[in-house]
């Protein structure tokens, strides 16, 4: 039986708008995608999950893309312009969080980004608890997080269900007993919520 639903942040939680927030900055279509392609591809990006500094990663960036220094720079700490909210998403886990189930947030993310992508987000008060990567200098898909998120709040992985964006993370979970679904859309999720929503009603009956 599912108890325990495991939230992802990004593109679950809330959209990005990363292309468009490039092309806010000045750059033509093309360019932009080709910017937040290769800021998201190096692994430069997965040390500020880890929890290196802002300062530290935004040096190495420059150092290693000199043509884009000003942009690379203007990207990670301008992070408040690039989520976008998903409220009908935020109210269904408040009726997740009614009808009973607890909910945590498992996610890959900097300090500084996830502090600005979650100011006054209204799922985080129905939150039972949360692991950011930062905290614990650990990412999805490795172990080490997922086994902090259970030992923290003493959670069976057979009780809890998954939801993340990577399937890479979804197949982490499922290696240690959670079971978990890949977002692919709003559509699936908002669909998929109102599946454990309707099932936990039923329970109840």
């Not at 959670?178 to 998929?192: A, N, P, Y």
Request: with cysteine.
């Amino acid at each position: 039986m599912i108890k325990n639903i495991i939230f992802d942040v990004g593109d679950v939680l809330l959209e990005y708008r990363w292309k468009d927030m490039l092309m806010d900055y000045g750059l033509s279509e093309a360019e932009a995608i080709r910017v937040g392609t290769l800021m998201f591809d190096d692994p430069l990006w997965r040390q500020l999950d880890y929890g290196k500094s802002e300062e530290e990663v935004i040096l190495e960036y420059q150092q290693k893309y000199p043509k884009d220094k000003e942009v690379t720079k203007w990207f990670i700490t301008n992070g408040e312009y690039m989520h976008v909210k998903r409220e009908d998403v935020w109210e269904k886990v408040h009726k997740l969080k009614q009808m009973g189930y607890h909910l945590y947030i498992l996610s890959n993310y900097s300090k500084d980004l996830f502090d600005k992508h979650t100011k006054g987000a209204s799922f985080l008060e129905d939150m039972d608890g949360i692991v950011v990567s930062y905290q614990v200098n650990a990412i999805k898909p490795e172990k080490a997080i997922y086994d902090y998120l259970f030992e923290t709040y003493q959670l069976s992985p057979q009780e809890c269900f998954f939801l993340d964006d990577r399937l890479e993370n979804i197949e982490a979970a499922k290696e240690l007993g959670m079971d978990g679904v890949q977002i692919k859309s709003r559509e699936q999720l908002l669909t998929l919520l109102d599946t454990l929503i309707e099932k936990k009603q039923q329970q109840g009956k």
